[in-house]
């Protein structure tokens, strides 16, 4: 079964949605307190997120910096332009890999459904362009992970 | 695929993944890839050249242009990405899902 769901929409839009057997407030509260993301927001088995700043509040500032512990990594920077406790983010982030991506503009939903939580998070690239390198990077983690994987299994 | 030795080694270039994934959005002429990429016109031909080569890409005539777009295989390839893509990001969801079962003892807490 898999509960994610991953669309792109329009020529700049991705869409993710997830839904939760917790409360909006605990999923809310997981994507803005820094103990409990870097718990869960680390990508590929090994990586861990050593600096995690979030600071939840209107034009505070976010940086996470990841590594794969043997040297690598790279890090996201971003900024909060709206917050609603517990039903709405909506912030700008930008990878730096290591020059900055164009800004990917991302608002974050939370809502009550039966006994948990929808999370609809729809981000918006300024251009087709940038959307399609910004999903190419993301195939590019991926398929390290994958790779990893095939050769531990070989 | 029908040569999947060409097609993975076309598959190993990050240029050439990125320009699969543009074309997943649809047709484009060598200018309108070159654009994006910051490369020269001929090194974006190179590329096209693998990947027409290894059947990914299929490109048309029009006057003196040759549109690109993905051959049925590219498609298939990109999907795949696109399902490794979707598999990162589901594994760090199931993580969380194993954060917010830790944290629902705590609802509450700041109850008095």
């Given amino acids: ?154 | 695929m029908q040569n999947l030795d060409t097609a993975f080694s076309a598959l190993a270039d990050p240029t050439r993944r990125a320009i699969l994934a543009r074309l997943a959005l649809g047709e484009a002429t060598v200018m309108e890839l070159a654009n994006p990429f910051e490369m020269t016109q001929p090194a974006v031909s190179r590329h096209l050249k693998v990947l027409e080569g290894a059947g990914l890409i299929v490109r048309r005539v029009e006057g003196t242009k040759r549109p690109c777009r993905l051959a049925p295989n590219g498609i298939a390839a990109v999907d795949q990405w696109l399902a490794m893509l979707r598999e990162a990001l589901a594994q760090n969801y199931n993580r969380l899902d194993e954060v917010l079962a830790a944290m629902q003892p705590e609802t509450g807490k700041d109850m008095p």
């Fill in chain 1, 1 to 154: 079964m898999s509960k994610m769901t991953l669309t792109i929409e329009g020529d700049t839009h991705v869409v993710i949605t997830r839904r939760f057997a917790a409360s909006p407030e605990a999923v809310y509260r997981a994507h803005t307190e820094p103990s409990l993301i870097q718990k869960w927001l680390l990508g590929p088995d090994g990586w861990t997120m050593p600096v995690c700043v979030n600071e939840a509040r209107p034009g505070g500032t976010i940086r996470y910096e990841w590594t794969d512990g043997k040297g690598g990594g790279f890090h996201l920077t971003g900024e909060y332009l709206e917050l609603v406790p517990f039903g709405r983010i909506v912030h700008l982030e930008r990878m730096h890999l290591p020059d900055p991506t164009p800004d990917n503009r991302v608002e974050t939903r939370f809502e009550q459904e039966a006994a948990g939580t929808l999370m609809t998070m729809r981000m918006t690239l300024p251009n087709a362009e940038t959307r399609a390198a910004m999903l190419a990077t993301g195939m590019e983690h991926g398929m390290e992970a994958s790779y990893v994987r095939l050769e531990s299994m070989i």
